[in-house]
């Protein structure tokens, strides 16, 4: 069994936002998947199917961003999850929009998110697929201006202009997911990275 976990924050004032691609792409993965975010566990909304053989737990944290961990490590706890069964799905400003990048491990590279999951979890060597929502201009900002325009920017929704990217994204994030699945975390970095 595989947990997929998308973050973001809920409610619908947080759907469109940046910050949400996680969300976002787990719930296009869900529909192509025919798996519905049918219950509450954890903290969560998890759906459960199968999908290339494969029993999966696809879950979507309650919690805010910044406390992932909570849901996810209850998660993990509850479906027995070992760390290379985990694979989370995140926003990352330090890729361009509509890159993708996989990899096993490593630091949370500020994203409070990713963060927060790690020290519930105590590990970090679980699988992430990063999204690119690109970082915002801070040409000529003071530094404390700084941290207000990069929360201000996830925190925004994708203009229409970003829209044709995002719709491709999702859907090469589909892929990849179903690559990891169904293949193996080395065949998704090579195809997808």
Same mark, same amino acid.
């Given at each position: ?6 973050? =973001?924050?809920? =409610? ?8 949400? /691609?996680?969300?976002?792409?787990? $719930?296009?993965?869900?529909?192509? @998947? ?18 290339? =053989? ?32 985990? /694979? /989370?799905? @995140? ?6 929009? =509509? ?25 970090? $060597?679980? /699988? ?23 929360? $201000? @920017? ?40």
């Amino acid at each position: 069994m595989k947990l997929i976990v998308g973050l =973001g924050n809920p =409610g619908a004032a947080y759907t469109r936002n940046r910050h949400n /691609i996680g969300f976002m792409c787990l $719930n296009r993965f869900a529909r192509k @998947h025919g798996i519905r975010f049918a219950r509450k566990q954890g903290y969560a909304r998890i759906g459960e199917g199968e999908v290339a =053989g494969i029993k999966l737990v696809l879950a979507r944290p309650q919690t805010m961003m910044n406390l992932s961990g909570q849901s996810v490590s209850r998660l993990v706890k509850r479906f027995n999850i070992s760390p290379e069964d985990l /694979i /989370i799905i @995140h926003d990352d400003l330090d890729l361009p929009l =509509g890159k993708v990048r996989i990899r096993q491990g490593g630091r949370p590279g500020g994203h409070k998110g990713i963060e927060s999951t790690i020290a519930c979890l105590g590990i970090s $060597n679980f /699988i992430r697929v990063r999204v690119g929502i690109s970082r915002p201009d801070l040409t000529g900002s003071a530094d404390m201006d700084r941290d207000a325009e990069v929360i $201000n @920017h996830v925190l925004s929704d994708f203009d229409a202009s970003e829209n044709k990217i995002v719709a491709e994204v999702m859907n090469k994030v589909n892929e990849a997911i179903l690559c990891l699945i169904s293949e193996s975390l080395t065949a998704a970095m090579n195809r997808y990275n």
